[in-house]
């Protein structure tokens, strides 16, 4: 499955438990390959993408993006370590970097940047009464 905003168990949010990202990273489209169908919805010029990416894989984006974004990033994959994403990508495309290997790697440094805002929302009550209060509302809940 794709990840999608309007698809609550295919994005990751700022207060998902370990497991949650663990899970919804290992559930994620991965694709090494361009789809063939060029008639897939996905595929369409109305996607939501601001950069041209034939694979349109949300894993390589949220490294590419949310991971190297950080200066002096490296992601360390058992013994490999990239210090750019296009050594990365080039690599996961040759089979060289594994979906499995990408994806917990993904999750483990996801999770990673994660903890100190999990941290903050457990530990200061008012974070945690927004939170609350935000949780409620995106399942509908009346907070009248």
């Known amino acids: 499955a794709k990840m999608s905003k309007s698809d609550p168990d ?14 919804k990273i290992e559930n994620s489209y991965c694709p ?11 595929s369409s010029s109305e996607g939501m993408s601001l950069v041209q990416d034939e694979l349109k894989n949300p894993c390589l984006d949220y490294i ?17 370590i990239y210090e750019n994403f296009e050594d990365l ?17 993904l999750a483990r440094e996801v999770n990673a940047l ?22 409620a509302w995106r399942r509908g809940e009346d907070l009248g």
């Open 10 to 23: 295919s994005a990751i949010f700022m207060e998902d438990a370990v497991e949650d990202v663990i899970r």
């Open 32 to 42: 090494s390959a361009p789809e063939q169908d060029a008639t897939d919805a996905s």
């Open 64 to 80: 590419k993006y949310t991971l190297f974004s950080r200066e002096a990033y490296t992601f360390k994959a058992q013994d490999r």
């Open 89 to 105: 990508k080039k690599d996961f495309i040759r089979g060289e970097l594994t979906e499995t290997l990408l994806k917990e790697t």
């Open 114 to 135: 994660l903890e100190p805002v999990r941290n903050h929302f457990q530990q200061d009550e008012e974070a945690r009464k927004l939170l609350e209060q935000v949780s």
